[in-house]
């Protein structure tokens, strides 16, 4: 279905329409006022499971794209206009997401990261984050080798420092924030209950955020050592999502952060 077929069925009309940036999972165009996402061949519940990621982002006090519509076909969002950086402005934000506490681990819906759909689960953070995260990418990594079984026994015998389930983002790199005229806002859940080491590791990534960011952010919630430490535990998820999606190339990232987790759990490398 194309993008003016999800603009008819949201009751929307749609004038000339602008292919954006980005989309390396999705087609997306604005038309006006209106952002359409839509993804031949899209997994069952994928943009459901992106809007209801906004909606909770939203609630828990974040600037988001609001929702305008939202099918198996694909996502309407507002369009919010570009502006200038405010790096403090996404500091307070996240901030406030990763102190607010939430009940229990997990999701009880699948999300998705990507088009890989991860399963519906709550419980303990180590099974969540085993048989919800790291287990279901992996399934669709190639080219892992010994690397498969060396990581899965690592994850088992980790006890990485857990402060309490909060709200995460789920998929926090640069790219994923948009700074509009209103203020920095986030695009593009992976949406759930979990560590705020989840969004860290990602944040570090790729680049990572700039020290602005970092200095503002770490006033209001600062990271003990002790957690900064054991971010390449929660890295090698994201690491692994993109062995399943772009290939072999990332391969020697997961290898240095298994290498990285096999030292903090006191084994030879």
């Known amino acids: 279905m194309t993008a003016r077929e999800v603009l008819a069925r ?8 602008e292919r954006l940036e980005g989309g390396d999972i999705s087609t ?28 909770t982002l939203a609630a828990a006090g974040c600037r988001v794209p609001g929702v305008r519509h939202v099918d198996a ?12 950086p ?8 996240l901030a406030r997401l990763h102190t607010g506490r939430v009940e229990g681990y997990g999701l009880e819906h699948p999300v ?8 519906a689960r709550t419980g303990p953070m180590a099974e969540v984050w085993w048989e919800a995260r790291l287990a279901p990418v992996m399934a669709q990594c190639s080219g892992l080798g010994g690397l498969r079984g060396r990581l899965e026994r690592l994850v ?13 983002h789920g998929d926090l790199w640069s790219g994923n924030v948009h700074m509009s005229r209103a203020g920095a806002a986030l695009i593009d859940p992976s949406c759930w209950r979990g560590e705020r080491s989840v969004d860290l590791a990602m ?29 390449p535990f929660w890295r090698v998820y994201f690491l692994l999502v993109h062995v399943a999606l772009f290939g072999s190339g990332y391969l020697p990232g997961v290898e240095r952060e298994v290498d990285a987790i096999t030292r903090l759990c006191g084994r030879p490398a």
């Not at 015998?157 to 995460?168: I, N």
Request: no cysteine; aromatic share 12%.
């Open 156 to 168: 088992h015998a980790a006890r990485p420092p857990l402060e309490g389930p909060v709200w995460v």
């Open 10 to 17: 949201a009751g929307l009309v749609a004038g000339t329409g």
């Open 86 to 93: 405010d790096w403090p402005g996404l500091a307070d934000q």
């Open 112 to 119: 998705f990261i990507g088009p890989i759909g991860l399963p």
């Open 73 to 84: 076909e694909g996502l309407v969002l507002e369009w919010l206009e570009p502006g200038p």
């Open 28 to 55: 997306v165009e604005r038309f006006g006022p209106w952002v359409v996402k839509t993804r031949a061949g899209a997994p069952d519940g994928l943009f459901a499971s992106e809007a209801r990621g906004l909606q």
């Open 203 to 231: 944040m570090t990534l790729f680049g990572g955020f700039p020290p602005a960011f970092w200095s503002a952010y770490r006033a209001v919630a600062p990271v003990p050592p002790d957690v900064e430490a054991w971010l």
